[in-house]
C-alpha cells in the first residue's frame, strides 16, 4: 500500500520576456512650434536610453516630454514599457490606459497591458486585454497563448486547448503552445494528443528541459517506462538542478524495480529541494522495498514535518512502524491517513480495534 508521488508537473512554457516594442524616435517637422520640437528631442533621448536599457532615464525623459504635450501618446505607450521593465506595474497599466485612451486601435497596447495585468495577478483584467487584443489582430499567436495559459490556470482545459490551438495555427513555431496544449490535453486525459503534442514542441525545440519532463510523464502514463526513463534523463541531462525531473526519474526507477536507483534519484531531488515532501515519502517507498524501515520511518517523519496534512506519508509510516513491531504507533500513523482521505487504509485501521 505504499503510495508513491510522481509529480507529473503540467510545466507551461510561458516566459515573460523582455518588451521590445518601443516604438521609432520622431522625425521633427519644421511647422511645429517650440515646445513640440523640444518634446520630440527629449522624446528621441527617451528612445535611446530605453534601447540602452537605462529605463529610470527613460522613464524620466518621457516624463519631460509629456510635461511639454499632454497628449503625446508615444510616450506614454513607450513610459509604461519602460515602467514594466523597471518593475512599476501600477505604473505601466497606468500608463498603458493613457495610451489607449488616444489609440484604442493599437492591439499592443491591449496586449502589453494585458502582460502588465498577469504579472500583477489580475488574471480577469489581462485575459479581457488579451481577447481585445484578439478582436483587433485575430491571428495575434501570443495574445491567444496568454489566454490559453489562463483558461488552463482556471482548469478549463477545454478553452485552453482551443486558445493554444488558435496560437499555433497563427504561428506554427511556437512550441510553448505545444507544449501547453499537450499538458492541458493531459488533464483531459488524452494521453496520445498530448504525447503528440510534446513531440511538436520539441521538433521545433529540442532544449526545452520542462517538455522531454512532461513527455516522460505522458508515456509513464501509456506505462511505456522505457520511453519516460529516457525523457527524464533528457530533461535532466539540459538542466542538472530540474528537482521535477529527478523525482519523476526516480519513480520510474520505482515503478521498474530499481529501488536503489530510485533513492539516489529521490536524494538527488531532496537536496536540490530541502522542502520536497513529496520526495521524501517517495524515497520512504524505496527503503521500504528494501526493508529499511528505520530510514523509511524517518523519511515519512521528514514528509509530515514539512506537510502535517499529507495522507500517505502517514500511511507509509505506519506500514513500516508495523513491521518494526510498534503497533500502537502504526494504528495512529494510520487513523490519521483515514482522516485525511488515504485510500485503501480502512482495512488496517480494523485490526487495530
Avoid at 503510495?3 to 508537473?9: C, F, I, P, V, Y
Avoid at 516566459?15 to 519644421?30: G, K, L
Avoid at 494585458?114 to 483587433?136: I, M, P, V, W
Avoid at 520512504?284 to 529499511?292: I, N
Wanted: glycine share 6%; proline share 1%; net charge negative.
Amino acid at each position: 500500500m505504499n503510495r508513491l508521488k510522481a509529480t507529473t508537473l503540467l510545466t507551461l512554457g510561458m516566459i515573460m520576456t523582455s518588451i521590445s516594442f518601443a516604438q521609432d524616435s520622431i522625425v521633427q517637422a519644421t511647422i511645429l512650434d517650440s515646445a513640440d520640437v523640444q518634446a520630440d528631442k527629449i522624446y528621441n533621448s527617451g528612445i535611446k536610453e530605453y534601447q540602452n536599457k537605462n529605463y529610470k532615464a527613460a522613464i524620466n525623459d518621457f516624463t519631460k516630454s509629456l510635461e511639454l504635450r499632454a497628449d503625446f501618446e508615444p510616450a506614454y505607450f513607450n513610459r509604461a514599457i519602460c515602467k514594466s521593465e523597471d518593475g512599476d506595474l501600477p505604473g505601466a497599466i497606468a500608463d498603458f490606459d493613457k495610451s489607449i485612451a488616444y489609440a484604442a486601435v493599437n492591439e499592443e497596447t491591449w496586449y502589453l497591458r494585458g502582460q502588465a495585468k498577469y504579472k500583477s495577478n489580475d488574471s480577469e483584467g489581462a485575459f479581457a486585454d488579451f481577447n481585445q487584443t484578439t478582436k483587433l489582430k485575430p491571428n495575434h499567436a501570443q495574445a491567444h497563448y496568454y489566454k490559453g495559459v489562463i483558461n488552463f490556470e482556471a482548469k478549463d482545459y477545454e478553452r485552453a486547448i482551443e486558445d493554444f490551438t488558435k496560437a499555433v495555427n497563427a504561428d506554427k513555431g511556437h512550441a510553448y503552445a505545444y507544449n501547453d496544449r499537450g499538458s492541458a490535453k493531459r488533464q483531459m486525459d488524452n494521453i496520445d494528443g498530448a504525447i503528440i503534442d510534446y513531440n511538436k514542441a520539441l521538433l521545433i525545440d529540442n532544449k526545452m528541459a520542462f517538455t522531454h519532463n512532461n513527455l516522460g510523464s505522458a508515456l509513464r502514463k501509456k506505462g511505456d517506462l522505457k520511453g519516460a526513463l529516457m525523457s527524464y534523463s533528457k530533461a535532466i541531462s539540459l538542466d542538472n538542478k530540474y528537482y521535477i525531473a529527478y523525482n519523476n526519474r526516480g519513480s520510474v526507477y520505482f515503478d521498474s524495480g530499481d529501488y536503489q536507483e530510485a533513492i539516489e534519484d529521490f536524494s538527488k531531488t531532496v537536496e536540490l529541494k530541502a522542502d520536497y515532501a513529496f520526495a521524501y515519502n517517495n524515497r520512504a517507498s524505496a527503503k521500504f522495498k528494501l526493508k529499511d524501515y528505520k530510514g523509511c520511518i524517518e523519511d515519512c517523519s521528514k514528509a509530515i514535518e514539512i506537510d502535517p496534512n499529507y495522507p500517505y506519508a502517514y500511511q507509509n509510516r505506519g506500514n513500516a512502524k508495523e513491521l518494526m513491531r510498534d503497533d500502537l504507533g502504526a494504528c495512529a500513523d494510520w487513523k490519521m491517513a483515514d482522516e485525511l482521505g488515504a485510500e485503501g487504509v480502512k482495512s488496517f485501521i480494523g485490526a487495530c480495534n
